[in-house]
């Protein structure tokens, strides 16, 4: 079962464009950039989504530690782990993931997400 639409909040890893890229595709997007939370504690963006009910959506591995962020205390944690974080090809991966989002769910989930694969734990 899904649950409501997902809300997101793009780390300042990623390029701004993709917060574009997801509203385009009818989703609650924001960055963390729109907030001035630029260079702010992984642990304080973490407090944000969970407080604003957003999956952090991040390159930042820290979010992957199941025991300092577990999933299930938080509304989603997205990871992207590619090989190339070049603009294009970050945008490319995120456009092909969009779809998963109807498909399952991101709350009280991490998800891991390669190039080739979607690995959901929680």
Not at 8 to 26: H, Y
Not at 51 to 65: A, H, K, L, N
Not at 90 to 112: C, D, G, M, Q, S
């Amino acid at each position: 079962m899904i649950d409501a639409m997902p809300r997101f909040k793009l780390d300042e890893n990623l390029p701004v464009e993709a917060a574009e890229l997801f509203r385009s595709a009818g989703y609650d997007a924001m960055t963390v950039l729109d907030q001035g939370l630029g260079g702010h504690t992984d642990e304080l963006i973490a407090m944000r989504c969970h407080d604003e009910q957003r999956t952090i959506v991040t390159f930042d591995m820290d979010f992957s530690d199941i025991r300092s962020y577990p999933p299930e205390d938080h509304s989603g944690i997205l990871v992207l782990r590619l090989k190339s974080q070049d603009k294009r090809h970050v945008l490319a991966v995120l456009k092909l993931l969009i779809p998963h989002f109807e498909r399952e769910t991101l709350t009280r989930k991490l998800w891991i997400v390669t190039e080739q694969t979607v690995r959901i734990r929680g």
